[in-house]
């Protein structure tokens, strides 16, 4: 049998390109969707949870619990409403008029005056684990800032931290959504493009006329993937543009190790969206696998919005097999944190692993399938 | 050219639990114009497909002869061309993108290239569509096109699976009149078909039904063996037999 020709590979990749310029449709797809995407849900992504209703029940209507309630509203997350006196604020809860109430006893400006130690209750919708997250992440510094004004001075503390956010000191939430929105949505759209063209070629009845030809699977596999490669490629570009330019994302690290960190997760996405083409032989089973594929481990298990750290010990090994999960680490690390190749060694080391083995595994599964 | 002829023992396939071959021996000599004859689901695209080494058969052999001498498939695969029963061509190609496609798959010489697809396109008369996409050529055409394609490298081998299927009579006629241009070139040329008057223009026969060779030779030899008058009486003898 002859060998690997890179003529005919790229004869097949020739022909891949007249078939994407000439359906619109894939080509705006790959061009078009993920910059659509990204400023889309970029935008409506925001972990900073603004305007809570805060029901708030007085019973004391003294000078410290109006001020109490300033400090609440003037923080700029609540916006507190006067609940009937009673069961008020927890009928707010119950029906969604309100995400969080406090309440005030009665007595609670004499008691401050007195100097004794006084108690608001503060209650909280559990029932959205994110939003009370964040909800809880903001006491902190108001009963710090009210414990001053109330008191009438700062209470001397034994010990207090000092907190400083580094690489994203605002802690602004775009710059932690976008890059990671951006892997997301490139690698779904790798699998999908891929998924599609070799089933695609199957369900034409080509695939069979091709394999009769002295062309050989691995030259048709890399004239397949080579100009999706491409067109994936040109879509990282235009994302790049858009967080950049619309969300202001910064860019601490090597321009030319992010270019490399894409292109081996670029190769492993093109190369499970193969396998999936390979197995399925049908566009449309094709497409409803990449996508499931494609999304759900990326979006719920690659750390995008769950730490892997807080996952369950198994997830957190099982994850090591997603290359998603490696390339949001190396994707966040270059971007905001600017880290090299040293620092960024692991994820670099297992998304190459991976690409290589899922590229190994698209090949085989294709020339067993064959014989 | 190299002189191939192909034999085959016994010859087995299996898909799970379907056969679609029970064990069909015969011969394809060289040189010559040969028909695979049956109803559908008779094994003739399987046979077709373990001819083009598509398919490994479950069991039996098939040999294959270079000039008298045994030979491997890979001395064969280079020269042999097989065009598919069903569709196989790209819809959004024109008829020359196919030509230029399959150009550079069999890594031609430009030289020999131009004189060849002149020749096809001369042959086919498909000239004046050489800018039409094969998805708006007529069903005729379409098969011509994928004529040329299995042409194109000039084969020693070539495997048409129901080249005639669903295409009109004159067209049939025409495609016909081609595939005896290319036997007189003496290359193997392996036909199937299921219509039984295309029997009878085959230099040797071999008929196939649910499996099974029914009957394999010269068309007027094999009907004097069976006492049938035409082909069609033999598969529905065959079929009251059962």
Known sequence: MNGFNLHRAYSIARKEV???????????????????????????????????TLAVSDQDGGPAARRLKEMFSSSGYFLPVEAVPGSG?????????????????????????????????????????????????????????A?????????????SFETRFLYNPELNSRWF????????????????????????????????LLLSTPVRPLEIMVGKLAPYGALVLAGVFFVYLVARLVFGVPFAGSHLLYLAACLL??????????????????????????????LLPSMLLSGFIFPVESMPKFFQYFTMILPPRWFMAAARGITLKGADLGELAVPFLALGLLSAGMLALALIKFKTDLE | MENFSIRTEELKKTF????????????????????????????????????????????????????????????????????????????????????????????????????????????????????????????????????????????????????????????????????????????????????MDEAERCSRVHLLDSGRLLASGEPREVLKQTGAASFEEIFIKQGEGK
């Open chain 1, 18 to 52: 007249m078939h994407i310029l000439r359906d619109p449709f894939t080509l705006a797809l790959a061009l078009g969707l993920p910059v659509m995407l990204v400023t889309f849900f970029g935008y409506a992504i925001d972990y900073e949870v603004k305007g809570i």
């Open chain 1, 89 to 145: 604020p927890v009928a707010m809860l119950d029906s969604g008029r309100a995400s969080a109430a406090l309440f005030i006893e009665p007595e609670f400006s004499k008691k401050i005056m007195g100097g004794g130690a006084v108690q608001a209750q503060f209650v909280l919708d559990g029932s959205d684990n994110a939003k009370g997250a964040a909800v809880v992440g903001y006491l902190p510094g108001i009963q710090r800032a």
């Open chain 1, 147 to 159: 414990q001053a004004r109330l008191a009438g001075q700062a209470l001397r503390e034994p010990f």
């Open chain 1, 177 to 208: 959504t976008v890059p990671g929105l951006a892997a997301i949505i490139i690698g779904l759209l790798a699998i999908l493009l891929t998924a599609l063209t070799v089933a695609r070629e199957w369900e034409n009845g080509s695939m069979e």
């Open chain 1, 265 to 294: 997760f670029i190769t492993a996405a093109l190369s499970q969206g193969l396998f999936i083409s390979v197995v399925t032989r049908q566009q449309q089973v094709a497409m409803q696998l990449g996508m499931i594929t494609g």
């Open chain 2, 16 to 195: 799970g639990r379907t056969t679609a071959l029970q064990g069909v021996s015969f011969d394809l000599s060289a040189g010559l114009l040969h028909g695979l004859i049956g109803s559908n689901g008779a094994g003739k695209t399987t046979t077709m497909r373990l001819l083009a080494g598509l398919l490994k058969p479950t069991s039996g052999t098939i040999s294959y002869f270079s000039g008298g001498r045994p030979a491997v498939f890979a001395d064969l695969r280079p020269s042999l061309a097989y065009m598919p029963q069903q569709a196989s061509l790209y819809p959004d190609l024109s008829v020359g993108e196919h030509l230029e496609f399959f150009r550079e798959l069999y890594r031609l010489e430009p030289g020999v290239y131009a004189r060849r697809s002149a020749e096809l396109l001369e042959i086919t008369r498909l000239a004046k569509f050489r800018e039409r996409r094969a998805g708006q050529l007529s069903g005729g055409m379409y098969k011509k096109l994928g004529l040329m394609c299995a042409l194109l490298q000039s084969p020693s081998v070539l495997l048409l699976d129901e080249p005639t299927n669903g295409v009109d009579p004159i067209s049939r006629r025409e495609f016909w009149e081609l595939l005896y241009g290319l036997a007189a070139q003496k290359i193997l040329i392996i036909v199937s078909t299921a219509y």
